[in-house]
């Protein structure tokens, strides 16, 4: 330990003797030889200085890199042209602001970091070789947004002032970077780069403050439009703009933020002209198609969340609220399909927003549609494979989707009813061809029912087993409210669809009201069926019950994979 510091102490000493060289030499420099040895010796020592500072030898880099900062800051003072030593006097200030973060000291970080970028970013500033500048600018903008991290992580764990100071600190160099490519005159590579780099930020910074500075910054660096011009250009800016709301909307949705329905209603009008206007191009990016998207999604959801506090308004004044409950619904077919579309189908948000829509589905009274049933199907094991069985979705969706099932079977079976008196009718008046298509249609009804049931069924298990496991605390008011249908009713109601299914299933078995004839040929087309019924003794759209213990088993359990 000893010989770390005596050599630590050698480090900083030689250091200190270099500036005073090079500050000696910058008020002798004469000649374009002159020029160039003092470039040479400053370069050295700021190299010298990156090496220290990746032993972690954070005092005896900072001491070399103030003796590069003070001899380029001063000659810079008596050059016209904004000095002859960029690389050198950037990457100092660069070395210091990293050092300083190492070592807590936030106050000098900040300055020198900021200080780093604008060097780099000034325009009177020559730099020989672009190439050295563009990667010095990504290596400033990453240090200081990693200190700016830093500072919210740290202010979470102290109090008052000093919480005060370490967001002040973060925010102030990270306003001189967000100004100085507001007024950039240059072009919108770098205002663009930057506002990409602060929203991949957002997410790993704790603080909900510190995330809406850098969401603030994203937004005011893609504002700006006179200086967008080539394709690329606009694109990027297509992207980072929806990217810019749609991570705003996320930060708002969890502040609890209220907005206007009609701004809400704008927003989402807004992103759907854009993303229709660019569906059709086939060269268009993907990720700017995708985050157009997505923005559009996340402005409908926030317009259902309005749409859910105004029809409650409504209701809770004594007044009609179907209009509000039917957009609200539609908002999240949309904003659902949008998720299944561009993310993964077991992704959380599109579980969640199938949910969403599942349930405004069942406010409005309009059943969700067969092929949308079908991937919703699904939804009760997603739910509870991302969310764990403590969460109250699973169930409360698999009770839904047994009444959504439930009420089709209902309607099937009418259907049925109605199609066999027709076909009884028409077979009275000798229209035989006729009689023998209600019949048929009679039939599938019957069948499709029986379908129904059995899905119904399963999700009437589902959520019987799924409710046990849910914590009934856990749930929301606004999930409380609803009254779901216990799991008694559920069964005597699934007891009277089989009953009905069986008994309309034997009538088409015999024929339905088809002629004595045409129902003869209708149960020879069907010998399986009609010999399994016939000697098994069950109802039609009822499995015999299994006399293998296994089977008894995989028939009970529900299966969560």
């Given at each position: 330990?000893?010989?770390?510091?005596?050599?630590?102490?050698?480090?900083?000493?030689?250091?200190?003797?270099?500036?005073?060289?090079?500050?000696?030499?910058?008020?002798?420099?004469?000649?374009?030889?002159?020029?160039?040895?003092?470039?040479?010796?400053?370069?050295?020592?700021?190299?010298?200085?990156?090496?220290?500072?990746?032993?972690?030898?954070?005092?005896?880099?900072?001491?070399?890199?103030?003796?590069?900062?003070?001899?380029?800051?001063?000659?810079?003072?008596?050059?016209?042209?904004?000095?002859?030593?960029?690389?050198?006097?950037?990457?100092?200030?660069?070395?210091?602001?990293?050092?300083?973060?190492?070592?807590?000291?936030?106050?000098?970080?900040?300055?020198?970091?900021?200080?780093?970028?604008?060097?780099?970013?000034?325009?009177?500033?020559?730099?020989?070789?672009?190439?050295?500048?563009?990667?010095?600018?990504?290596?400033?903008?990453?240090?200081?947004?990693?200190?700016?991290?830093?500072?919210?992580?740290?202010?979470?764990?102290?109090?008052?002032?000093?919480?005060?100071?370490?967001?002040?600190?973060?925010?102030?160099?990270?306003?001189?970077?967000?100004?100085?490519?507001?007024?950039?005159?240059?072009?919108?590579?770098?205002?663009?780069?930057?506002?990409?780099?602060?929203?991949?930020?957002?997410?790993?910074?704790?603080?909900?403050?510190?995330?809406?500075?850098?969401?603030?910054?994203?937004?005011?660096?893609?504002?700006?439009?006179?200086?967008?011009?080539?394709?690329a250009d606009r694109e990027a800016l297509r992207y980072l703009s929806a990217r810019t709301?749609?991570?705003?909307?996320?930060?708002?949705?969890?502040?609890?933020?209220?907005?206007?329905?009609?701004?809400?209603?704008?927003?989402?009008?807004?992103?759907?002209?854009?993303?229709?206007?660019?569906?059709?191009?086939?060269?268009?990016?993907?990720?700017?198609?995708?985050?157009?998207?997505?923005?559009?999604?996340?402005?409908?959801?926030?317009?259902?969340?309005?749409?859910?506090?105004?029809?409650?308004?409504?209701?809770?004044?004594?007044?009609?609220?179907?209009?509000?409950?039917?957009?609200?619904?539609?908002?999240?077919?949309?904003?659902?399909?949008?998720?299944?579309?561009?993310?993964?189908?077991?992704?959380?948000?599109?579980?969640?927003?199938?949910?969403?829509?599942?349930?405004?589905?069942?406010?409005?009274?309009?059943?969700?549609?067969?092929?949308?049933?079908?991937?919703?199907?699904?939804?009760?094991?997603?739910?509870?494979?991302?969310?764990?069985?403590?969460?109250?979705?699973?169930?409360?969706?698999?009770?839904?989707?047994?009444?959504?099932?439930?009420?089709?079977?209902?309607?099937?079976?009418?259907?049925?009813?109605?199609?066999?008196?027709?076909?009884?009718?028409?077979?009275?008046?000798?229209?035989?061809?006729?009689?023998?298509?209600?019949?048929?249609?009679?039939?599938?009804?019957?069948?499709?029912?029986?379908?129904?049931?059995?899905?119904?069924?399963?999700?009437?298990?589902?959520?019987?087993?799924?409710?046990?496991?849910?914590?009934?605390?856990?749930?929301?008011?606004?999930?409380?409210?609803?009254?779901?249908?216990?799991?008694?009713?559920?069964v005597r109601e699934l007891d009277g669809l089989r009953a009905e299914t069986a008994r309309?299933?034997?009538?088409?078995?015999?024929?339905?009201?088809?002629?004595?004839?045409?129902?003869?040929?209708?149960?020879?087309?069907?010998?399986?069926?009609?010999?399994?019924?016939?000697?098994?003794?069950?109802?039609?759209?009822?499995?015999?019950?299994?006399?293998?213990?296994?089977?008894?088993?995989?028939?009970?359990?529900?299966?969560?994979?």
């Amino acid at each position: 330990m000893a010989a770390d510091d005596d050599r630590e102490r050698a480090e900083i000493a030689r250091a200190r003797d270099f500036q005073r060289d090079a500050l000696d030499r910058v008020g002798r420099v004469r000649t374009t030889a002159d020029v160039a040895a003092l470039g040479e010796a400053l370069n050295q020592a700021v190299l010298h200085a990156r090496r220290l500072l990746g032993h972690g030898d954070h005092a005896a880099a900072q001491a070399w890199a103030d003796g590069v900062v003070e001899a380029a800051a001063h000659q810079a003072a008596g050059d016209p042209g904004g000095g002859r030593y960029p690389y050198q006097h950037a990457t100092a200030h660069l070395v210091r602001g990293l050092g300083a973060t190492g070592a807590g000291r936030v106050v000098q970080a900040a300055d020198d970091l900021a200080d780093a970028y604008r060097v780099l970013r000034d325009p009177a500033v020559p730099w020989p070789r672009e190439a050295v500048r563009d990667g010095l600018i990504g290596e400033a903008a990453t240090a200081l947004l990693d200190l700016y991290e830093h500072c919210h992580r740290e202010a979470l764990g102290v109090d008052g002032d000093a919480a005060r100071s370490y967001r002040e600190n973060a925010e102030w160099a990270l306003n001189e970077a967000v100004s100085l490519e507001e007024r950039a005159v240059d072009g919108p590579r770098w205002r663009l780069a930057l506002a990409e780099r602060l929203l991949d930020r957002v997410d790993r910074v704790e603080d909900a403050q510190g995330r809406a500075r850098l969401l603030n910054g994203a937004e005011a660096l893609t504002e700006r439009t006179d200086d967008v011009l080539a394709p690329a250009d606009r694109e990027a800016l297509r992207y980072l703009s929806a990217r810019t709301y749609r991570q705003s909307m996320e930060w708002h949705t969890e502040a609890g933020t209220r907005f206007a329905g009609a701004e809400l209603a704008e927003n989402a009008a807004h992103f759907a002209q854009r993303a229709g206007e660019l569906e059709g191009r086939p060269d268009l990016e993907p990720r700017v198609r995708r985050e157009l998207n997505l923005a559009l999604r996340e402005s409908l959801t926030a317009y259902a969340g309005g749409l859910w506090l105004d029809a409650q308004a409504l209701s809770e004044a004594g007044m009609t609220a179907a209009e509000q409950f039917r957009r609200r619904r539609e908002a999240l077919q949309e904003a659902w399909r949008i998720g299944r579309e561009f993310e993964a189908p077991d992704a959380a948000r599109t579980l969640a927003d199938g949910y969403a829509y599942l349930l405004a589905a069942a406010e409005s009274g309009r059943d969700p549609a067969p092929e949308e049933a079908s991937h919703l199907a699904e939804l009760p094991k997603g739910l509870l494979r991302r969310f764990g069985a403590q969460d109250h979705r699973a169930p409360t969706a698999a009770a839904v989707l047994y009444a959504v099932e439930a009420r089709r079977a209902g309607r099937l079976l009418a259907e049925a009813r109605t199609l066999f008196g027709d076909a009884g009718r028409l077979r009275r008046e000798q229209r035989h061809d006729s009689a023998r298509a209600a019949g048929a249609k009679a039939r599938a009804a019957v069948e499709g029912a029986r379908k129904a049931v059995d899905r119904a069924e399963r999700h009437h298990r589902f959520a019987a087993k799924a409710e046990k496991a849910a914590a009934p605390a856990g749930r929301p008011a606004a999930e409380r409210a609803r009254e779901l249908q216990p799991a008694a009713e559920r069964v005597r109601e699934l007891d009277g669809l089989r009953a009905e299914t069986a008994r309309l299933a034997e009538r088409a078995a015999r024929g339905g009201g088809l002629p004595s004839a045409m129902a003869g040929r209708a149960a020879a087309a069907k010998p399986g069926m009609a010999g399994r019924r016939a000697a098994t003794g069950t109802a039609a759209g009822r499995r015999p019950a299994p006399t293998d213990p296994a089977a008894v088993a995989r028939g009970s359990r529900i299966r969560h994979g």
